[in-house]
C-alpha cells in the first residue's frame, strides 16, 4: 500500500473549497478556507471538536451552503441544492452521526434514492439484495442485508454507513470519523477497502481523532483551529507532536496522566451475571479507588455487561452489589440512587436529549440534588453545568443551546457531564473517549484519574489500548461472552491483552 | 365501464416483503402478526354476531358490509400514506363532504355521466390536498394545525355554499346512481373500486422508489434529507393523493346515497385516523402497511355494523374505537421497545 499518488504528481484537484466562510447565528464555523482534493490522494482534515471539519464536510456535501466563497468541482464553480446534487457529482459521504432508516432494511438503507430499476421504473428488490450482500463481504461483515436497521449496534450502523458511502463510483470519499466506532481488524479492513478506491482513482477526505490513523492513511492534512485554516501540509516529514500543537496551538502535556491508586474497600461486586446468549458467569469487583478497564474485541459482549450491570437490560441470572447492598436487577433508578452511574456508548441514542438545552441535558440525571420542594432550580443548574463546562473544555455559544447545535465531540462531553455532575461512587464509562480531539482526551483522563484519587470506583470499557494500558489498574479482558482474563497493571501489555481478547491460549492473567 | 373496474384486485397480496428479504425480518413479523390478530378479531367479531343473528351473513348483510367499508377503506388508504411520513391529515371528512356535495349541485338534473362525477371529485379533492400539503411541506406549519385549520374552513365553505339545501337522489342522474348501487357478478363497484385503488397504492408504495421514500421520510427525516431525498415535493405529493382519494370517496358518497347533506362525513377524520393506526401504521411514520390500514378500517366498519345487528347503543361504537386506538398506540410503543431488544441482542450472536 504506497500513499504516493499515481506519477505524474499534482493531478488537478477533484473537489476544491476557495475562501469559504460559514456562521451559525454568533458562531463563525468556517472562516475564509481553502482546500483542494486530488484524484489518487488522501487528505486528512485535523482539528480540535469544535474546529469546524464536519461543517466543512457539509459545506462540500451539499448540506450547508457558504455564505462567501466557492466550492470548485474539477475546476468550475458548483453551487449543490442539497446532498442530491452532490452525490450525483460522485461525492460519497459518511456523516459523524449515523443517519440510517431505523425501519428499513439494511439493503434499503443502503440503496435509498438511487435504487436498481428494472421495466417500468420499479425497484429491483433482487438486485438491491445482492448488490448489498457483495458489499458486505467486500467489508468482511456479517450482516444480513434483509434485517431492519433497528438495534443495530453502533459499530455496526458505521458498517452500513460505509456500505452506503461505497455503494457507487464514488470520485470522492469524504469520511467523518469513521473509524470512531470500529474495532482495530474493523478498520484495518474499511483502510484497505479505501485504499483500493484510492488507487483506482478516488480522491479521500478523510477525519479521525486518531491520529495514527491519520498518517496511516493519508499523504497530507489540513488543520483547523476554531474554523480557521492553521496549517496544510503533506504528512511526510510532520510529527504526531507537531500535528498536535498544531491543532492545539500549544504543546501537551503527558497523554496518561495516571495518578497512583490506593484502591480502599470492594465498591462494586457482580457475581455469575449471565445473559442467554450475549454473556455468562461473570464476575469481578472494583474498588475504591481503582480504575478497572473492561477490554476485549467489539461485540465481546463488554458494553452489554455494563447495560446489564446497570440495570437498563435485565440479567438472566447472577448479582450485583454495590457497596456491599444487593441492587435491584432490572432497575435503573434504583442503581443510580444506590451511587452507580453509565455513561453508555451510542450517546446520539442513549445519551442526550437533542433539542433540550446544554444545562437542561447536564442537570438531566441530578435533578433530585437540584430540587427544591419538587421545583428544578434554574439558577443552580446553571452553575453546576457552566462548571462542568469548563473542566471539560466544552465549546459552545450559550448553555442555554440545544445539544444539537453542538460539534459531535463537544456532544459527548456533555454526556460525560452529565454523569459525572450525578456524584457517583462507582462510574461505568462505556468508550470515554470516543470521538474526542487528543487535547480533551488527555483532559477526560486526568479527570477521571483525579475522581479515582478521591475514591470514585471506576469500570472503563475502551476499545483504545494505549488508553486502557495507559489508565487502568487493572485490565478485565472478555471474549465471546466471557471473562477470559484479569491482568494487573504491572503485567498488561499490548500482547497479553490482545491474545485474551482474540482468545488465543497462553495469556499470562489468571483466568477468571 | 364495468371492465375497466375490475381488473387486479385480489393479484398482489402474496408479493415478497418490501425489502425482498428472504424468511422476513423480527419486525416484519411483528407487523404481520398485527395483521393477522385484526384479521383474527375480524373473524371472531363477525362469527359472533353470525350466530346472534344470522341474517348479518346473508346476501344483503355481506353486501351491506362491503359498501359500508368501501368509503372508509378508500380513505384509509390515502391517510395511510400521509401517516407514513409523519404527518397527518384531518380534513379528509369535510373534503369527502365537500366533493359530495360540490358533485351533487354540478349533476343534479343533468345527465353527466358517473366518469366525469368521478373526475370532478378527484380533481376537487386533490386541490384540497395541495393546499393543506404545500401549507405543511412549503409553508412548514405543522401537520396537526394545517389539517385542522382545512377542516373547519372547508366546512363553512361548504355551509355557507349549501346554505341549509340539500341534494336530493331523485336530481341525480341514473347514470351516477347506478355506479353506487350496481354490481357485476354480485359484487358492488363501489368495493371493487377501493379493492383497485388499495393494491394499486400497495404496490406503488412497495415497488417504487418514490414509496419507499415516503417511508425513509417517516423513519428519519434528517436522514432522509441528507439522503437527497426531495422531502417537501413527497410530502406535498401524499397530501395531493390523500385529498385525490377523499375526492374520490366524495364522489362515491353521492352516487351510494344520492341524498347529500353539507355535513356528509362529519367527524369522520378520527374513525380514519383510528383505522389506519389500528392496522399498524405508526402514527410516528415509517411503519406499516396499507393493508393492514385495510383491515383496521373493516374492523371498525364490521364494529359499527355488529353493534347495530346486536341492538347495542351507537355511542358504544365511539368508545370501542378510541379503545381500539389506544391498545394500538400503546402496543406500538411496547413491541417497538421490545424489538429493538431482540434485534440487539440477536445481532450480539
Ligand atoms: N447546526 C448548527 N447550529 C449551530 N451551531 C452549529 C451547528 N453545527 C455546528 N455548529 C457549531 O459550529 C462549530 C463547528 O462545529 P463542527 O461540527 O464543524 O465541529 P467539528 O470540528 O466537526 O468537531 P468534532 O470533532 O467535535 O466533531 C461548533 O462550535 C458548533 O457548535
Ligand atoms: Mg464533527
Redesign the interface.
Known amino acids: 500500500m504506497s500513499k504516493t499518488a499515481p506519477a505524474g504528481a499534482d493531478p488537478a484537484p477533484v473537489l476544491a473549497l476557495k475562501g469559504v466562510s460559514k456562521s451559525f447565528g454568533s458562531v463563525r464555523a468556517l472562516r475564509d478556507i481553502s482546500l483542494e482534493l486530488r484524484a489518487g490522494e488522501s487528505h486528512a482534515l485535523a482539528g480540535e471538536n469544535g474546529a469546524g471539519k464536519s461543517t466543512l464536510i457539509k459545506t462540500l456535501?451539499g448540506?450547508h451552503r457558504p455564505e462567501a466563497g466557492t466550492v470548485l468541482l474539477d475546476g468550475e464553480p458548483a453551487v449543490f441544492h442539497?446532498?442530491?446534487?452532490?452525490?450525483d457529482a460522485g461525492i460519497a459521504?459518511i456523516?459523524q452521526e449515523p443517519?440510517?432508516?431505523?425501519?428499513?432494511?439494511i439493503?434499503?438503507n443502503i440503496f435509498?434514492?438511487?435504487?436498481p430499476?428494472r421495466t417500468l421504473?420499479?425497484?429491483d428488490?433482487?438486485a438491491?439484495?445482492a448488490a448489498t450482500g457483495a458489499l458486505m463481504e467486500r467489508l468482511g461483515v456479517d450482516l444480513?442485508?434483509?434485517?431492519?436497521a433497528?438495534?443495530?449496534?453502533i459499530a455496526?450502523q458505521q458498517i452500513v454507513e460505509i456500505a452506503k458511502a461505497l455503494s457507487f463510483d464514488a470520485r470522492v470519499l469524504i469520511m467523518d470519523e469513521p473509524t470512531a466506532a470500529l474495532t482495530g481488524s474493523e478498520t484495518a479492513r474499511l483502510f484497505s477497502v479505501v485504499e483500493t478506491l484510492r488507487t483506482e482513482g478516488a480522491a479521500v477526505l478523510f477525519i479521525s481523532h486518531r491520529l495514527g490513523e491519520i498518517f496511516d492513511l493519508c499523504r497530507h492534512v489540513t488543520t483547523l483551529r476554531d474554523g480557521q485554516l492553521v496549517a496544510s501540509e503533506p504528512l511526510e516529514g510532520l510529527t504526531e507532536d507537531e500535528l498536535v500543537r498544531r491543532m492545539v496551538g500549544r504543546d501537551l502535556g503527558e497523554l496518561y496522566p495516571k495518578q497512583e491508586a490506593r484502591p480502599g474497600g470492594t465498591a462494586l461486586t457482580v457475581r455469575r451475571l449471565t445473559?442467554e446468549?450475549?454473556f455468562r458467569d461473570v464476575s469481578f469487583d472494583v474498588r475504591e479507588g481503582e480504575i478497572v478497564a473492561l477490554a476485549g474485541l467489539v461485540?465481546a459482549?463488554r458494553s452489554?455487561v455494563a447495560q446489564a450491570v446497570f440495570g437498563v437490560?435485565r440479567a438472566d441470572a447472577g448479582e450485583v452489589r454495590v457497596n456491599g447492598q444487593a441492587l435491584r436487577a432490572g432497575s435503573p433508578t434504583a442503581a443510580m440512587r444506590a451511587g452507580l452511574a453509565l455513561v453508555p456508548e451510542d450517546r446520539r441514542q442513549l445519551g442526550l436529549v437533542m433539542d433540550a438545552s446544554i444545562e437542561r441535558n447536564i442537570g438531566l440525571t441530578g435533578l433530585r440534588q437540584l430540587r427544591t420542594r419538587g421545583l428544578v432550580r434554574r439558577a443552580g443548574e446553571r452553575a453546576r453545568a457552566s462548571d462542568w463546562a469548563l473542566r471539560l473544555s466544552l465549546k459552545y455559544g450559550r448553555l442555554s443551546d440545544p445539544v444539537g447545535f453542538l460539534s459531535g465531540g463537544n456532544q459527548q462531553k456533555v454526556v460525560l457531564a452529565k454523569w459525572l455532575a450525578t456524584e457517583p461512587s462507582v462510574l461505568i464509562v462505556d468508550e470515554p473517549t470516543r470521538g474526542i480531539d487528543v487535547g480533551t482526551k488527555a483532559e477526560v483522563h486526568r479527570l477521571l484519574s483525579s475522581l479515582a484519587a478521591d475514591g470514585l470506583a471506576v469500570l472503563m470499557i475502551s476499545s483504545d489500548l494505549p488508553e486502557v494500558l495507559g489508565m487502568a489498574d487493572r485490565v478485565l479482558v472478555m471474549h465471546e461472552g466471557r471473562l477470559v482474563a484479569e491482568i494487573p497493571r504491572a503485567q498488561a501489555d499490548e500482547e497479553s491483552v490482545m491474545a485474551a481478547a482474540t482468545g488465543r491460549a497462553g495469556s499470562r492473567g489468571e483466568a477468571a | 365501464m364495468s371492465a375497466t373496474l375490475r381488473a387486479p384486485e385480489p393479484a398482489d397480496t402474496s408479493q415478497p416483503s418490501p425489502a425482498g428479504a428472504k424468511g422476513g425480518s423480527l419486525a416484519e413479523k411483528v407487523l404481520r402478526l398485527r395483521e393477522f390478530s385484526i384479521g383474527a378479531a375480524l373473524v371472531l367479531l363477525i362469527l359472533a354476531t353470525w350466530l346472534v343473528n344470522p341474517s348479518f351473513l346473508d346476501d344483503q348483510g355481506i353486501k351491506d358490509l362491503l359498501l359500508n367499508a368501501s368509503i372508509l377503506v378508500l380513505l384509509a388508504t390515502g391517510q395511510s400514506v400521509v401517516v407514513l411520513t409523519r404527518n397527518i391529515d384531518l380534513s379528509v371528512g369535510s373534503v369527502v363532504g365537500l366533493t359530495a356535495f360540490a358533485c351533487g349541485s354540478f349533476v343534479s338534473g343533468t345527465d353527466h355521466s358517473a366518469v366525469t362525477v368521478l373526475l370532478l371529485g378527484i380533481a376537487l379533492g386533490t386541490v384540497c390536498g395541495l393546499v393543506s400539503g404545500a401549507l405543511v411541506s412549503f409553508g412548514r406549519v405543522p401537520a396537526l394545525v394545517v389539517t385542522l385549520g382545512m377542516l373547519y374552513v372547508i366546512q363553512g365553505l361548504d355551509h355557507a355554499w349549501a346554505h341549509g339545501e340539500q341534494i336530493n337522489a331523485a336530481n341525480v342522474p341514473d347514470a351516477v346512481l347506478t355506479l353506487g348501487s350496481g354490481s357485476v357478478l354480485g359484487i358492488p363497484y363501489l368495493p371493487i373500486l377501493s379493492a383497485v385503488v388499495l393494491a394499486a397504492t400497495a404496490y406503488f408504495l412497495r415497488a417504487y422508489g418514490s414509496g419507499r421514500e415516503l417511508y425513509a421520510i417517516g423513519s428519519n427525516p434528517e436522514a432522509a434529507r441528507l439522503a437527497g431525498i426531495p422531502i417537501r415535493r413527497r410530502v406535498l405529493t401524499a397530501y395531493a393523493f390523500s385529498g385525490a382519494v377523499a375526492g374520490l370517496a366524495g364522489a362515491l358518497w353521492l352516487a351510494r346515497f344520492g341524498t347529500v347533506v353539507a355535513d356528509a362525513a362529519n367527524g369522520w377524520e378520527l374513525t380514519v385516523v383510528s383505522a389506519v393506526v389500528v392496522g399498524g401504521i405508526a402514527i410516528t411514520g415509517g411503519v406499516g402497511t396499507v393493508w393492514g390500514a385495510a383491515l383496521g378500517a373493516l374492523l371498525l366498519t364490521t364494529i359499527g355494523s355488529a353493534l347495530v345487528v346486536l341492538k347495542v347503543s351507537s355511542f358504544w361504537e365511539q368508545a370501542i374505537t378510541g379503545a381500539l386506538l389506544l391498545a394500538a398506540i400503546s402496543t406500538d410503543r411496547v413491541v417497538r421497545g421490545r424489538t429493538t431488544r431482540a434485534l440487539r441482542k440477536r445481532s450480539r450472536q
Open positions: 456535501a448540506v442539497g446532498p442530491a446534487d452532490a452525490r459521504v456523516y443517519t440510517l432508516f431505523a425501519d428499513l432494511s439493503a434499503e435509498m434514492g438511487r435504487q430499476r421504473g420499479r425497484i428488490h433482487a438491491v439484495h444480513d442485508p434483509g434485517r431492519t433497528r438495534g443495530l449496534s455496526d445473559r446468549g450475549v461485540g459482549g452489554e437490560d
